[in-house]
Nanobody
Framework: QVQLVESGGGLVQPGGSLRLSCIAS????????MGWYRQAPGKQRELVAT???????NYADSMKGRFTISRDNIKNTVYLQMNSLKPDDTAVYYC?????????WGQGTQVTVSS
């Protein structure tokens, strides 16, 4: 079993930055694909970015150039650096760990972009 705990969300002004963290416990997630997803009020959950065990990153088009996903397999942690934040980035951000036959989600962290 894997437990995921996100942190780092909060209120930020447009154009600002935040760094989200997702710490995994229970077992190593080094072989898992890790991902960040978000869900805005009234909308479906959507992909933000994923990163493979070897460090290959993939981003949703609207996040390319603004967001950076990274991982530290020793710390069992995945990060999401978010720059140039916009009000449309307001959402609950969720961490996901997945591999064949397994999927785990965190409880989410709220990000609010507002002046």
């Amino acid at each position: 079993q894997v437990q995921l705990v996100e942190s780092g969300g909060g209120l930020v002004q447009p154009g600002g930055s935040l760094r989200l963290s997702c710490i995994a416990s229970g077992r190593s997630v080094s072989i898992y694909v890790m991902g960040w997803y978000r869900q805005a009020p009234g909308k479906q959950r959507e992909l933000v970015a994923t990163i493979t065990s070897s460090g290959t990153a993939n981003y949703a088009d609207s996040m390319k150039g603004r967001f950076t996903i990274s991982r530290d397999n020793i710390k069992n942690t995945v990060y999401l650096q978010m720059n140039s934040l916009k009000p449309d980035d307001t959402a609950v951000y969720y961490c996901r760990a997945s591999r064949v036959g397994y999927e785990y989600w965190g409880q989410g962290t709220q990000v609010t972009v507002s002046s």
